[in-house]
């Protein structure tokens, strides 16, 4: 009876060594499952933030090579707003407006729009355009969302010609208005000079 215990006992502490080297092993296949999925999703990750930079690197040459009197100002990596900060700028080099550039090749998220228009106020642009690769199928070239224009990569540059001359022309309208208003203050100063009294009563006269 003693050695019929013996054998089971030694065969409950074999099965119980053998749980647990089987537990052991299933543990480390898992930790090793674990750490390949966040190994993946760190490279897809980075090679998504490369994809964006390319993406973003190409426009701002683009942009660069087109319009040669305009101000073409990277945003630097880990900086709030967005990628390419475009100042218009005139023949005389005035100051027109900013565009606000943002590029994205990555899965489409609402996300982008909310914090453009953010960084809309923050840099103080006149409009800002989101290029994307990937659009919700609703836009087929562009779309507006506020100040904020979604577009395609293929229509962006034709996109900037066409803001661009945009907003020279309104820099040019207040301008233009404000001119007026000046001339309009100076001319009614005039007629409440002496000069232009004497002036009405000698041709009165």
Known sequence: RQIDEDRVKIRKEIEEK????????????????KSLEEARQKGDQKSQQLQGEVLELDLERLLKEVFL??????VGKGKSGGDIIHKVRGKSGRLAGIILWEAKRAKWSTSWIAKLKEDIKTEGATVAVLVATDLPKEIESFQINGAVIITSYQYALALASI???????????KQMA???HENFEQLYEYLQSDSFRHRFESFAE
């Open 18 to 33: 053998d749980r647990l080297k089987f537990a052991e092993y299933e543990k480390k296949i898992a930790d090793m499952q």
């Open 163 to 173: 803001l661009r001359r945009f907003i020279l022309q309104i820099a040019v309208t």
């Open 69 to 74: 009197d305009d101000e073409i100002i990277p």
């Open 178 to 180: 404000s001119s007026a």
